[in-house]
């Protein structure tokens, strides 16, 4: 059993930046992607971005590219999500996720295996 805890929400004004940080307890094995998807009120989860436990590939949405920056830490058994140039529209709950195998696809919430309960991200206009 993994349990994710994210951590590093907060409010932050246009144009700023926030990293956000999901520690994990129990085993991480080579075979995990991590992700981080967010929601926001009225809307369905939406990917944000994953990276594989072992190669450190990653991955983005198309939305994402380039603003955001998904990292690790394999000593810490954490995932970081550095967010820059952040937008009203960004505003959600942001959740870490873990798929204990790739699933073939690593943007569809429903083959991750564990989540956090999420952290708020507020961005001010």
């Known amino acids: 059993q993994v349990q994710l805890v994210e951590s590093g929400g907060g409010l932050v004004q246009a144009g700023g930046s926030l990293r956000l940080s999901c520690v994990a307890s129990?085993?991480?094995?080579?075979?995990?992607?991590m992700g981080w998807f967010r929601q926001a009120p009225g809307k369905e989860r939406e990917f944000v971005a994953a990276?594989?436990?072992?190669?450190?590939?990653?991955y983005y949405s198309d939305s994402k590219k380039g603003l955001f920056t998904i990292s690790k830490d394999n000593a810490k058994n954490t995932v970081y999500l550095q967010m820059n140039s952040l937008k009203p529209e960004d505003t959600a709950v942001y959740y870490c996720?873990?798929?204990?195998?790739?699933?073939?696809?690593?943007?569809?919430?429903?083959?991750?295996?564990?989540w956090g309960l999420g952290t708020q991200v507020t961005v001010s206009s």
């Open positions: 996720a873990a798929d204990r195998a790739y699933s073939g696809t690593y943007s569809i919430a429903g083959v991750y295996d564990y």
């Open positions: 129990g085993p991480i094995f080579s075979s995990y992607v």
């Open positions: 990276i594989s436990w072992s190669g450190g590939r990653t």
